[in-house]
C-alpha cells in the first residue's frame, strides 16, 4: 500500500466555530450532509475492534461540535474526521503533476502535527498539517526551501516543488488557509 499526500484549501474559522459550539443544529446538518463520507470511514476502519454503533465518526464530529474527546484512543478517526471538515469548508488541491510527493513532504521539516481545533492525533496515520493564511509565505518558504534529496535528480525534484508550490499559490491567491494530510 502507497502512502499519500493531500492538501486542501479550506477556512479555519469555520472549523473553529463547530468547535466546542454545541450547536444542534449545525451538527444535524453536518451529520446530514456528511453521511456518506462518514459512513465511509466507518467502514474503511470496519476491522477496529473499537468502533461501534457509539463509537464511531458520527460520534467523533458530535464530539468535535461539543468540543470534548471522549475516545483519545480513536484519535486516527478525529483526524479523518477532521480532513471532511477541511474538504466541506473548502476544496482539495489538485497537484498538477499527479500527485504530492510523500518522499518530499517527509523531508521537509515542519513541526509536529497541527489542526485549527485541539483533536488527538494519532502516533501513526493520519499526519495533520494546517496552515493559517497568515503564516502561508513562511510555510511556503520552508517547504520550497529542500535543495537536494538523495537519489532524486535535480528535475525531478523540481516537478515535486512545483506541486507544493502550486498548493501554496493557490491558497495565497485566495485567502484562504491550507492543510496536508499524509495517509
Same mark, same amino acid.
Given at each position: 500500500?502507497?502512502?499519500?499526500?493531500?492538501?486542501?484549501?479550506?477556512?479555519?474559522?469555520?472549523?473553529?466555530?463547530?468547535?466546542?459550539?454545541?450547536?444542534?443544529?449545525?451538527?444535524?446538518?453536518?451529520?446530514?450532509?456528511?453521511?456518506?463520507?462518514?459512513?465511509?470511514?466507518?467502514?474503511?476502519?470496519?476491522?477496529?475492534?473499537?468502533?461501534?454503533?457509539?463509537?464511531?465518526?458520527?460520534?467523533?464530529?458530535?464530539?468535535?461540535?461539543?468540543?470534548?474527546?471522549?475516545?483519545?484512543?480513536?484519535?486516527?478517526?478525529?483526524?479523518?474526521?477532521?480532513?471532511?471538515?477541511? *474538504?466541506?469548508?473548502?476544496?482539495?488541491?489538485?497537484?498538477?503533476?499527479?500527485?504530492?510527493?510523500?518522499?518530499?513532504?517527509? *523531508?521537509?521539516?515542519?513541526?509536529?502535527?497541527?489542526?485549527?481545533?485541539?483533536?488527538?492525533?494519532?502516533?501513526?496515520?493520519? *499526519?495533520?498539517?494546517?496552515?493559517?493564511?497568515?503564516?502561508?509565505?513562511?510555510?511556503?518558504?520552508?517547504?520550497?526551501?529542500?535543495?537536494?534529496?538523495?537519489?532524486?535528480?535535480?528535475?525531478?525534484?523540481?516537478? *515535486?516543488?512545483?506541486?507544493?508550490?502550486?498548493?501554496?499559490?493557490?491558497?495565497?491567491?485566495?485567502?484562504?488557509?491550507?492543510?496536508?494530510?499524509?495517509?
Amino acid at each position: 500500500m502507497g502512502y499519500y499526500v493531500t492538501g486542501y484549501v479550506t477556512d479555519s474559522a469555520n472549523i473553529k466555530n463547530l468547535y466546542g459550539s454545541k450547536d444542534q443544529e449545525i451538527l444535524t446538518s453536518l451529520l446530514n450532509e456528511l453521511s456518506d463520507s462518514l459512513d465511509e470511514l466507518n467502514d474503511d476502519f470496519d476491522f477496529d475492534d473499537n468502533l461501534n454503533e457509539e463509537k464511531n465518526s458520527q460520534a467523533v464530529l458530535t464530539d468535535i461540535i461539543n468540543g470534548e474527546i471522549r475516545f483519545p484512543e480513536l484519535a486516527y478517526l478525529y483526524g479523518y474526521v477532521y480532513e471532511k471538515l477541511c *474538504e466541506y469548508f473548502g476544496e482539495i488541491v489538485d497537484s498538477p503533476n499527479d500527485e504530492f510527493s510523500t518522499n518530499y513532504y517527509w *523531508e521537509i521539516p515542519k513541526e509536529t502535527y497541527k489542526a485549527f481545533i485541539p483533536i488527538p492525533f494519532s502516533s501513526d496515520f493520519p *499526519e495533520v498539517y494546517s496552515i493559517y493564511a497568515a503564516d502561508l509565505q513562511t510555510e511556503k518558504s520552508k517547504f520550497l526551501a529542500l535543495t537536494e534529496r538523495k537519489g532524486v535528480d535535480s528535475d525531478y525534484l523540481k516537478t *515535486e516543488k512545483e506541486d507544493f508550490e502550486f498548493a501554496f499559490n493557490k491558497a495565497i491567491k485566495e485567502n484562504k488557509d491550507l492543510v496536508f494530510f499524509l495517509y
